[in-house]
């Protein structure tokens, strides 16, 4: 098996940039730790995939968040790709999604879901960005898949003329990303600009070859040289995506402080202990009565992190 890798290329004179994505390890852990209906798995595989490209893409230093707020049996999926490419997915369905064929009837049922990309920065104090963009085209056409709705995102809002295809199945979650390198901005680029036009528009229709299968089957670097030979791909080093869920017993601990004293000591009461589930890994963490009682000592005392022995 092929490691999981990321690379972003350019190509001919530099006037369009891509990259390309293909998760292995990372997707099958996430698909071993969190079992979701089959669509809505699938649809998981396309969000991660498609959160790394989207990273990749800008430059940014935090979390990327993208999220589709559905409102058929897909309530909420949401997949993270952290500043070292860390990526974890999870959702939220009901029983009705197994039947549900394609992204409009999951999470479009009704014309109202949603897009969300949440740009989360890592240094406290800078601003963070959300774009949010509405499942369907201008003419208000429920759009096909999460690539259409993304390549009008990037089109629309981010105004880079974009061309992307994801796809997912149960060994591998892939992604290809073109874009037509932004201009500076200047007059007086006429000749450059339609230069750059052209450019994409032979990268698109390239690209435009590519089915879900191949994208699927074939690695990265194969594939930008099947696709783009011609025209001259410069490859850089490979980055390399990995599983990474940013759960710990702090921020658990965090959490349950922010329920409060009287909430934590009622489900003690009841079960003797809480448990907490990570929704995105499945890890499990317990607090018994001697935990909670430490829980909000700490709150009003502040003593350091008792920390564990190894
Ligand atoms: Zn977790």
Redesign the pocket.
């Given at each position: 098996m092929s490691a999981d890798t990321l690379l972003k290329f350019m190509l001919g004179a530099g006037q369009v940039r891509g990259l390309v994505v293909q998760l292995n390890d990372s997707w099958q852990t996430m698909c071993a730790r969190r079992r979701h209906a089959d669509p809505v798995q699938l649809l998981l595989g396309e969000m991660a995939a498609a959160s790394a490209l989207l990273a990749g893409s800008l430059k940014f230093d935090g979390t990327l968040v993208l999220q589709l707020q559905g409102d058929g049996p897909l309530r909420l999926a949401v997949a993270e790709c952290q500043p070292d490419f860390g990526l974890?997915a999870t959702a939220k369905a009901e029983a009705a999604a197994a039947e549900a064929v394609g992204l409009a009837p999951l999470a479009n049922a009704h014309g109202g879901g949603r897009c969300v990309i949440t740009l989360d920065p890592r240094r406290p104090g800078q601003q963070a960005y959300q774009g949010v963009v509405a499942l369907d085209d201008a003419q208000g056409q429920a759009l096909p898949d999460l690539s259409a709705v993304l390549g009008q995102y990037l089109r629309d809002s981010e105004q880079i003329p974009s061309w992307l295809l994801l796809a997912a199945d149960a060994r591998r979650a892939s992604g290809l990303l073109v874009q037509r390198m932004p201009g500076e901005g200047g007059q007086a680029r006429d000749a450059d600009a339609d230069e750059a036009d052209e450019a994409f528009s032979r990268a698109v229709h390239l690209a435009s070859t590519l089915g879900r299968d191949e994208l699927l089957q074939r690695s990265p670097e194969d594939l930008l040289h099947k696709l783009f030979w011609q025209e001259q791909p410069r490859v850089f080093d490979p980055l390399r995506p990995r599983f990474h869920?940013?759960?710990s017993t702090q921020r658990v601990a965090n959490m349950l402080r922010a329920l409060g004293r009287d909430e934590v000591e009622s489900v003690l009461k009841e079960r003797g202990e809480v448990e907490v589930t990570?929704e995105?890994?499945?890890?499990a963490y317990t607090f018994d009565l001697v935990d909670a009682a430490r829980l909000f000592r700490a709150d009003i005392d502040q003593p350091p992190a008792p920390r564990d022995a190894q």
């Open positions: 974890r869920c940013t759960c990570c995105f890994c499945g890890a």
